[in-house]
Nanobody, 124 residues
Framework: VQLQAFGGGLVQAGGSLRLSCSAS????????MAWFRQAPGKEREFVAA????????YYGDSVRGRFTISRDNAKNTVYLQMNSLQPEDTAVYSC??????????????????WGQGTEVTVSS
């Protein structure tokens, strides 16, 4: 298994969760690690990405200011700290990795490796 996501669960609105995505050495060495989410009946949505070449962090409009992506190179792990969660954040969250050009950071098609999703449910 190249990517494994952990940390989903049920939380009340206003609460926090931290997701983790562990990667194999080969996968983690790729340029960009990202999180996407998909809610029932909706298209997959870009959440956040961390680009290795410039340590840049990128966020989707709906989560900017509430979520923080980080990576621990020693542990081959990427984290997504989610604060001020709202019911609209309910979705299956998946991590992805790939050598993605900057302009494609927010597009799922650029990522070659995907982990299984972890479900996040935010109750009102």
């Amino acid at each position: 298994v190249q990517l494994q996501a952990f940390g989903g669960g049920l939380v009340q609105a206003g609460g926090s969760l931290r997701l983790s995505c562990s990667a194999s050495d080969n996968t983690f060495s790729r340029g960009t690690m990202a999180w996407f989410r998909q809610a029932p009946g909706k298209e997959r949505e870009f959440v956040a990405a961390f680009r290795r070449n410039n340590n840049g962090q990128y966020y989707g409009d709906s989560v900017r200011g509430r979520f923080t992506i980080s990576r621990d190179n020693a542990k081959n792990t990427v984290y997504l700290q989610m604060n001020s969660l709202q019911p609209e954040d309910t979705a299956v969250y998946s991590c992805a990795a790939g050598n993605v050009i900057l302009s494609s950071t927010a597009y799922a098609r650029g990522y070659s490796t995907w982990g299984q999703g972890t479900e996040v449910t935010v109750s009102s």
